[in-house]
């Protein structure tokens, strides 16, 4: 069974920083991986979109590894605004219609 | 306009009340999901449909049940809601033959059983 865990939980960073958030999964038998960004009382909105064949995706100030050997992921936020923060997730996808999510990092950057 | 529209975004029922949440999407995608989101425990996935004749049970389908009345169109409905089923329900499509499987979410609808 798939399961995805993303830590920390909750990372406060000042303003104009550049930051990573991780991303790691137990089976590498992955179809893609994806992250999205959930602001408080709204959906997600997909982010970056990574497949299996690929090791990386950019975005803007964004950009998002994929390592499946070691099975992580981690999204790269450069210079960092008040307006990135949001909840971060992640999930993973086994190409059965069947995604797992993570739980989420809570970003909050301090202006 | 969103792409992806839920109703209702918030709902307080009680214990025993059937409960629909409607789904409308106007990206064109056949593939359709009911998701559930818990604090702690991430997405998990309720209900999904291929197209308007194909329904299959996500990982969590026990109390639920949905309805595909058209391309654009997917409910989820609890017959008779329990506590346990206070949750924020996100409904999402996809496209996977051009998209890849991205997935679009709506903003979500609260649902509290009391």
């Known amino acids: 069974k798939q399961e995805v865990t993303q830590i920390p939980a909750a990372l406060s960073v000042p303003e104009g920083e550049n930051l990573v958030l991780n991303c790691s999964f137990t089976?590498?038998?992955?179809?893609?991986l994806q992250w999205f960004r959930q602001d408080p009382g709204k959906g997600l909105t997909s982010l970056l979109l990574?497949?299996?064949?690929?090791r990386e995706q950019t975005s803007g100030r964004l950009n998002a590894s994929l390592d499946k050997s070691s099975g992580r992921s981690t999204l790269y936020i450069a210079a960092s605004q008040p307006g990135d923060s949001a909840t971060y997730l992640c999930?993973?996808?086994?190409?059965?219609?069947?995604?797992?999510f993570g739980t989420g990092t809570r970003l909050t950057i301090i202006p | 306009d969103a792409d992806v529209t839920q109703t209702p975004r918030n709902r307080i029922t009680k214990t025993g009340k059937r409960i629909m949440l409607e789904c409308s999407q106007t990206?064109?995608?056949?593939?359709m999901y009911w998701y559930r989101q818990d604090p702690g425990l991430g997405l998990r996935l309720i209900y999904y449909?291929?197209?308007?004749?194909?329904?299959n049970k996500g990982e969590i389908s026990d109390g639920y049940s949905v309805s595909r009345q058209a391309q654009a169109k997917f409910s989820l409905s609890l017959e008779s809601a329990i506590p346990n089923q206070t949750a924020l329900y996100f409904c999402?499509?996809?496209?996977?033959?051009?998209?890849?499987?991205?997935?679009?979410f709506g903003e979500g609808s609260r649902l509290t059983v009391l």
């Open positions: 999402a499509t996809s496209d996977p033959g051009t998209l890849a499987g991205e997935l679009f």
């Open positions: 089976d590498s038998a992955i179809y893609n």
């Open positions: 990574i497949q299996s064949s690929q």
């Open positions: 999930a993973v996808s086994g190409g059965n219609e069947k995604l797992t």
């Open positions: 990206k064109g995608h056949d593939r």
């Open positions: 449909s291929f197209d308007v004749k194909d329904i």
